[in-house]
């Protein structure tokens, strides 16, 4: 199975690809789509859309794993990230790739076992997990592997079947 892992935002989309095979993960590839402060919202919107295509095309994901949002006290954020989040997901359903969604929670507890982890744990796991030769900049790609890695070990068992209808 191919999984893209998606960490949404407006500035920076953290994405990584891996194959999962036999509980294994081999890594096809991972990044980040950036957008500039100074575009207008509809154009960021768009080189993400754009951008997500792309990778889309490239490596053709069976299922793309995105981090649901956490909402802090700055709605405005909120709002921006949860529209680009919005474009992510319309670019998944384009292309007919199935959507898994998980808390910030359920990836540290997937991926370091506790759910209350620190970033710097989530990227120390996700870069021994994948075997990477460093850490995955800038921190939102490691999110989006960390994203990715949940879904592998969650997203196929009974219950993560369950929790993704």
Not at 97 to 120: D, H, M, N, W
Request: proline share 4%; net charge positive.
């Amino acid at each position: 199975m191919i999984i893209l892992g998606i960490d949404p935002g407006i500035a920076i989309v953290g994405w990584g690809v891996l194959e999962y095979k036999n509980t294994r993960f081999r890594v096809l590839g991972y990044g980040s789509i950036q957008t500039k402060a100074g575009l207008s919202p509809e154009e960021r919107l768009n080189q993400i859309f754009d951008g997500l295509n792309q990778i889309i095309e490239k490596y053709r994901p069976q299922v793309m794993a995105v981090e649901e949002l956490f909402w802090n006290t700055n709605q405005k954020t909120g709002i921006v990230v949860a529209e680009a989040r919005g474009v992510i997901l319309l670019a998944a359903r384009r292309h007919n790739i199935q959507i898994s969604e998980y808390t910030p929670l359920q990836v540290k507890q997937s991926v370091v076992g506790y759910g209350r982890a620190e970033k710097k744990q989530v990227i120390s796991m996700v870069t021994m997990i994948l075997g990477l030769a460093e850490a995955p900049k800038p921190d939102d790609t490691a999110d989006a592997l960390a994203v990715a890695v949940c879904h592998g070990h969650c997203g196929m068992s009974r219950i993560g079947q369950f929790y993704n209808k």
